[in-house]
């Protein structure tokens, strides 16, 4: 192989990548934690993303914790008000679930937003 051909064949899958990601849509919601101690997912319903951003709402007093569905204060990912987490995309073809993001709270009734980039 040539080195322009396999230079072209790179180029057709990087605009395609490209392609596949512009058809995508862009999201936003807000989780808050009822009970402390009490892991909540993300979303009810399976939300495909390609990148999420969850940030502890400014508001909050004490901190929130990120992760997967065993999430407590003492395992996951803590935020401090205003701290932000990013799951970020490598690929269109790496995607994480709204539903399988949980989020728990050191504080009753505090929480998060998060924004997102779905397929």
């Known amino acids: ?30 989780k808050t934690v009822t009970a402390a101690g009490t892991a909540e997912a993300l979303s009810a319903t399976s939300t495909e993303c390609i990148w999420v951003i969850v940030t502890a709402k400014p508001a909050n007093t004490g901190s929130v ?7 407590d204060a003492t ?15 490598i690929t269109p073809y790496n995607l994480y679930d709204l539903a399988l993001i949980y989020v728990d709270a050191a504080v009753n009734g505090e929480g998060v937003t998060f924004s997102y980039f779905s397929r």
């Not at 322009?4 to 807000?30: N, P, S």
């Not at 914790?65 to 999430?71: F, L, P, Q």
């Open 1 to 30: 192989m040539t080195r322009r051909k396999w230079f072209t064949g790179i180029l057709t899958v990087v605009f395609l990548l490209a392609g596949t990601a512009l058809q995508a849509g862009m999201g936003d919601g807000k």
């Open 65 to 71: 914790y990120i992760g997967g569905s065993t999430v």
């Open 75 to 89: 395992r996951g990912t803590p935020l401090l008000p205003g701290e932000s987490v990013g799951f970020p995309g």
